[in-house]
């Protein structure tokens, strides 16, 4: 008799546990955790995310060694020399729509020269540069959504 209840408590705990795949699925969450009568059970999706982000980089690395002009590009982007987003918001590349943009490519720039701007919640915050240099590469376009610490742009 011992035994059926364990029988009985696997199936309600297998049950449980494709609600809350269905319910990451459904919302588009990466976790999700319930604690009930002393049972704590947590399902994350991070492995699949991992295995998708592994798979393009696997894919991108044979292509740029392909292509030659595209390899001496890579070391361009050596640590300190990309200028990283310090917020989450969006990037805008020129002060207002029509103007001139702040930067473009082979520009020299002043240490806090204002590079772009980045809007979050309402706010337009300057991105200055962070030393002299030229302007190599810019690798976000205007009205893009940026994610902290991602490279805006390469200054030489």
């Known amino acids: ?4 209840p364990k029988a009985s408590a696997d199936p309600l705990d297998a049950r449980l546990v494709r609600t809350l ?15 009930r009568d002393g049972l ?13 982000v592994t798979a393009p980089q696997a894919v991108a690395a044979p292509q ?9 590009a890579a070391p361009v982007r050596k640590a300190g020399d ?4 310090p917020m989450v918001g ?4 020129q002060p207002q729509p029509g103007s001139p943009s702040f930067i473009k ?20 915050n300057p991105i200055p540069a962070p030393r002299a240099g030229k302007v190599v590469e810019i690798l976000v376009s ?3 959504p940026v994610e902290f610490g991602e490279p805006l742009v390469v200054i030489e």
């Open 1 to 4: 008799m011992a035994s059926s």
């Open 21 to 35: 795949a269905d319910i990451l699925t459904e919302t588009g969450l990466s976790e999700i955790e319930v604690e």
């Open 40 to 52: 704590k059970v947590r399902v994350a999706r991070q492995v699949t995310v991992t295995a998708t």
């Open 64 to 72: 740029a060694v392909a292509e030659s002009p595209a390899t001496p």
């Open 82 to 85: 990309a200028v990283n987003s």
């Open 90 to 93: 969006t990037v805008y590349l």
């Open 105 to 124: 490519v082979g520009d020299t720039v002043q240490a806090g020269q204002t590079l772009m701007i980045i809007e979050a919640m309402k706010t337009m």
């Open 142 to 144: 205007d009205a893009q």
